[in-house]
C-alpha cells in the first residue's frame, strides 16, 4: 500500500541519530517538553510516535521525517495510526451497541503504520491455521473500505466470531479456506448473512521481532 509507513525501527533509529549528535533523551525530552520514560517506551517500541510527536522530534533535532523513519526523502502522508485490536472486539465491530469506536486504541499500543483508510484496524493472528504465510503472532492490518475479491485473505464473522481465513468464490458458493491442509474449509452456500459477513479485506502482514 502506497500510503502505509512502516516504523518498526524507529526507537533504535531515534537513539542512533541522538548518539551520533551527542544528544542525551533527557535533553530531547525537555526540549519537547515530554517524559522521558515515553521516549524509553519508544525506544524499546513499546509505543510509537503521533503523527504531532513525530513533527515536534523533527523540529527539536533538526532532521527530515522521513530520515527519522529510515525512508527515502518523501513527504509525510496524511494518515493515522493503525490501532491493533481483538478478535472479540473486530467480531463486533459492525455492531450498533459495540464499544469498541473504529480508530481507538484497543487492547494493544496502536501498530506502526499510517493508513488513510479511517475505518482500517489490525489484528494479531492466533493459531496456525494460516501456516506457512501467516504465523502465530504476525500482525495483519484489515481494512473494511476495500473490496474482497475471490483469493483475497479476509477477516469474517460467522455466528458472532471473526475469524481470518482466504476467500473463495464459486457462482453461489463461498469457501473459506486455511492455508494449513489440516483444517477443514468452510463451504457457505448461498449470501446468508447470519452465516457470513466479511469485515475486511487483509491488506498487509507485519512481524514482530
Not at 111 to 127: C, E, I, K, M, S
Not at 157 to 179: H, M
Amino acid at each position: 500500500m502506497t500510503d502505509t509507513i512502516i516504523m518498526m525501527n524507529f526507537g533504535e533509529r531515534l537513539y542512533s541519530i541522538l548518539k551520533e549528535r551527542g544528544i542525551k533523551a533527557n535533553e530531547l525530552a525537555s526540549r519537547l517538553n515530554m517524559d522521558p520514560s515515553y521516549l524509553s517506551r519508544l525506544r524499546h517500541g513499546k509505543r510509537h510516535p503521533s503523527r504531532a510527536t513525530l513533527v515536534a522530534i523533527s523540529k527539536a533535532l533538526g532532521v527530515p521525517i522521513d530520515e527519522l523513519l529510515g525512508l527515502p526523502s518523501a513527504p509525510m502522508p496524511d494518515g493515522r495510526m493503525v490501532p491493533v485490536i481483538s478478535w472479540v472486539q473486530a467480531g463486533r465491530i459492525r455492531e450498533p451497541q459495540d464499544p469498541y469506536n473504529v480508530g481507538e486504541s484497543g487492547e494493544e499500543p496502536p501498530l506502526a503504520a499510517y493508513t488513510t483508510d479511517p475505518a482500517a484496524f489490525a489484528l494479531r493472528v492466533q493459531g496456525d491455521s494460516m501456516e506457512p504465510e501467516f504465523v502465530d503472532g504476525d500482525i495483519i492490518v484489515v481494512s473494511p473500505s476495500v473490496d474482497i475479491t475471490s483469493g483475497d485473505y479476509c477477516v469474517f464473522k460467522s455466528n458472532g466470531k471473526a475469524a481470518f481465513k482466504q476467500f473463495k468464490r464459486y457462482e453461489d458458493t463461498v469457501i473459506l479456506r486455511p492455508l494449513n491442509s489440516r483444517y477443514p474449509d468452510l463451504v457457505i452456500q448461498g449470501d446468508d448473512p447470519d452465516k457470513l459477513e466479511i469485515i475486511g479485506k487483509v491488506v498487509q502482514k507485519m512481524k514482530r521481532y
